[in-house]
């Protein structure tokens, strides 16, 4: 029995969302978050999603009716939780190519309140490009397109809240920009510029959740044990949510969907902050570590308790107290033992090899804005870890690999044929010309107070006696 209407109760609800994109982080995010917020009796809105690519099909979609279920998996506040949630907030979903004339009878309808994307980062980008009758190519196209069906059919009561969701900082910021020059380009009159300028809200966001997408293997079949019907359409996710929303009062008071991990705030910049150096910062510092031990994914890792506890230790005694943001008392550390849940997830599989993608520049926007007056141990190491695999063995077709246990690795790196040039069998001078690239770092970390000595010391550690070596030693000080 497939899941569908005949075997679900869905509500009928006014379509209230517009929303620029099919992927499961939007589906197991936002449209998760107004699903819940629906079933509380809040929202009360249904989203029209909008498919841009040529890529897939939708019949799937159409054949369970638009509802698919939510996969929960994970910890949350040390506890596991195991749910399985039904979505309903999907009405239909339409073709930018071959319906367009549909998507743009959307942008004229009272009801809609609120428009959504996530498009990729490389979706919000300027393309010149005229308005026609035709889906415009690019997403902020498509927006003014459907910005000025709007304007003409509804004039200055079709005021709405715009929310990017990709992944670049200042979304929002960005794409008002991008779609007020291109209605300068189409001309589209000054009545146009000023609804656009007092009517139209963009909000920054910020979205954070793992979503693996289909349950697969061992959690598949115990899965479809437990559901009570057939979903082709199934998602994983775990229970960490997190939406943050840039807005005042009014957008606060508008977007009734807030609550479940979403919420509007006018400064999200702590939100930025707090994922950019805790989790991610903290996934940068081990993942060479983590590598070079022998632990495939993030989860194998921390069942080892030595290395549990220096990332853990590295997380809320070296980079929390160094966050560069005026934090209340108590946040960072709260926001840790968050991440630290996910780290220990047993349903997700996130490979240490891939978070080593763009080493140089993750270093760079993670980590360098912590090191100021002196040199923390285990940021030490984890710097100490990055240098012994940016250390290149060969070349291939154009790529550069490292070497460990006699195993060729691809170091996926911009910087990795620069690295090549500095190589050298000396750790204290491979250390200091590394930690001394100003064009990598933006300046020379030899002058952090006894930087260069500690990744030293840790990188003769870690290629004399391995990375257990490292945390061992720091976990005992």
Same mark, same amino acid.
């Given at each position: 029995?497939?899941?569908?209407?005949?075997?679900?109760?869905?509500?009928?609800?006014?379509?209230?969302?517009?929303?620029?994109g099919?992927?499961?982080?939007? *589906?197991?995010l936002?449209?998760?978050?107004?699903?819940?917020?629906?079933? #509380?009796?809040?929202f009360?809105?249904?989203?029209?999603?909008?498919?841009?690519?040529?890529?897939?099909?939708?019949?799937?979609?159409?054949?369970?009716?638009?509802?698919?279920?939510?996969?929960? *998996?994970?910890?949350?506040?040390g506890?596991?939780?195991?749910?399985?949630?039904?979505?309903?907030?999907?009405?239909?979903?339409?073709s930018?190519? #071959?319906?367009?004339?549909?998507v743009?009878?959307?942008?004229?309808?009272?009801?809609?309140?609120?428009?959504?994307?996530?498009?990729?980062?490389?979706?919000?980008?300027?393309?010149?490009?005229?308005?026609?009758?035709?889906?415009?190519?690019?997403?902020?196209?498509?927006?003014?397109?459907?910005?000025?069906?709007?304007? @003409?059919?509804?004039?200055?009561?079709?005021?709405?809240i715009?929310?990017?969701?990709?992944?670049?900082?200042?979304?929002?910021?960005?794409?008002?920009?991008?779609?007020?020059?291109?209605?300068?380009?189409?001309?589209?009159?000054?009545?146009?510029?000023?609804?656009?300028?007092?009517?139209?809200?963009?909000?920054n966001?910020l979205?954070?959740?793992?979503?693996?997408?289909?349950p697969?293997?061992?959690?598949?079949?115990?899965?479809?044990?437990?559901?009570?019907?057939?979903?082709?359409?199934?998602?994983?996710?775990?229970?960490?949510?997190?939406?943050?929303?840039?807005?005042?009062?009014?957008?606060k008071?508008?977007?009734?969907?807030?609550? /479940?991990?979403a919420?509007?705030?006018?400064?999200?910049?702590?939100?930025?902050?707090?994922?950019l150096r805790?989790?991610?910062?903290?996934?940068?510092?081990?993942?060479g570590?983590?590598?070079?031990?022998?632990?495939?994914?993030?989860?194998?890792?921390? @069942?080892?308790?030595?290395?549990?506890?220096?990332?853990?230790?590295?997380m @809320?005694?070296?980079?929390?107290?160094?966050?560069?943001?005026?934090?209340?008392e108590?946040?960072?550390?709260?926001?840790?033992?968050q991440?630290i849940?996910?780290?220990?997830?047993?349903?997700?599989?996130?490979?240490?090899?891939?978070?080593?993608?763009?080493?140089?520049?993750?270093?760079?926007?993670?980590?360098?804005?912590?090191?100021d007056?002196?040199?923390?141990? *285990?940021?030490?190491?984890?710097?100490?870890?990055?240098?012994?695999?940016?250390?290149?063995?060969?070349?291939?077709?154009?790529?550069?690999?490292?070497?460990? /246990?006699? @195993?060729?690795?691809?170091?996926?790196?911009?910087?990795?044929?620069?690295?090549?040039?500095m190589?050298?069998a000396?750790?204290?001078?491979?250390?200091?010309?590394?930690?001394?690239?100003?064009?990598?770092?933006?300046?020379?970390?030899?002058?952090?107070?006894?930087?260069?000595?500690k990744?030293?010391?840790?990188?003769?550690?870690?290629?004399?006696?391995?990375?257990?070596?490292?945390?061992?030693?720091?976990?005992?000080?």
């Amino acid at each position: 029995m497939r899941l569908s209407k005949e075997t679900y109760n869905v509500p009928v609800l006014p379509e209230k969302v517009l929303q620029f994109g099919t992927g499961v982080l939007l *589906r197991a995010l936002p449209d998760y978050i107004i699903d819940q917020a629906n079933k #509380e009796g809040r929202f009360l809105g249904k989203i029209v999603m909008v498919k841009s690519t040529s890529q897939g099909g939708t019949d799937q979609f159409k054949d369970q009716d638009y509802l698919y279920t939510v996969c929960i *998996r994970g910890y949350e506040n040390g506890n596991w939780v195991e749910k399985n949630e039904v979505n309903t907030a999907i009405s239909r979903i339409l073709s930018a190519k #071959e319906e367009w004339d549909e998507v743009l009878k959307v942008a004229t309808s009272k009801d809609l309140e609120v428009i959504i994307s996530n498009t990729t980062e490389v979706g919000i980008v300027y393309e010149e490009e005229t308005l026609g009758t035709d889906a415009p190519n690019s997403f902020p196209g498509k927006l003014l397109a459907v910005l000025n069906k709007r304007f @003409q059919a509804l004039g200055k009561e079709g005021g709405i809240i715009i929310i990017p969701t990709e992944l670049i900082s200042d979304n929002g910021t960005k794409l008002k920009k991008i779609v007020k020059d291109l209605a300068k380009f189409n001309s589209l009159g000054e009545d146009f510029y000023q609804w656009l300028e007092q009517e139209v809200t963009f909000c920054n966001s910020l979205v954070d959740r793992i979503v693996p997408g289909t349950p697969k293997g061992e959690v598949a079949e115990q899965i479809k044990k437990e559901l009570a019907y057939e979903d082709s359409l199934a998602i994983m996710a775990e229970p960490y949510a997190l939406w943050a929303i840039s807005g005042d009062e009014k957008v606060k008071e508008k977007l009734s969907f807030t609550g /479940n991990g979403a919420f509007v705030e006018e400064d999200i910049t702590k939100y930025k902050e707090l994922k950019l150096r805790l989790l991610n910062g903290t996934h940068t510092l081990t993942c060479g570590l983590a590598f070079f031990a022998g632990f495939p994914t993030v989860k194998d890792a921390m @069942q080892d308790p030595g290395f549990s506890k220096f990332l853990t230790d590295l997380m @809320q005694k070296e980079i929390g107290p160094a966050i560069p943001y005026a934090l209340k008392e108590g946040e960072a550390e709260a926001f840790g033992t968050q991440v630290i849940d996910r780290f220990r997830n047993p349903s997700i599989e996130h490979f240490w090899i891939n978070i080593t993608l763009n080493y140089t520049q993750k270093i760079e926007m993670r980590i360098v804005a912590l090191l100021d007056q002196f040199a923390p141990d *285990r940021i030490s190491a984890g710097l100490a870890a990055y240098l012994h695999f940016m250390r290149p063995v060969r070349q291939e077709d154009g790529k550069w690999f490292g070497e460990y /246990n006699g @195993q060729s690795y691809w170091i996926q790196d911009q910087q990795a044929a620069a690295f090549k040039d500095m190589n050298t069998a000396v750790v204290e001078e491979w250390t200091k010309t590394v930690l001394g690239r100003t064009d990598f770092w933006g300046k020379d970390l030899n002058q952090v107070p006894g930087l260069t000595k500690k990744v030293s010391h840790y990188l003769n550690l870690l290629q004399t006696e391995g990375a257990k070596a490292v945390w061992t030693e720091i976990n005992s000080k």
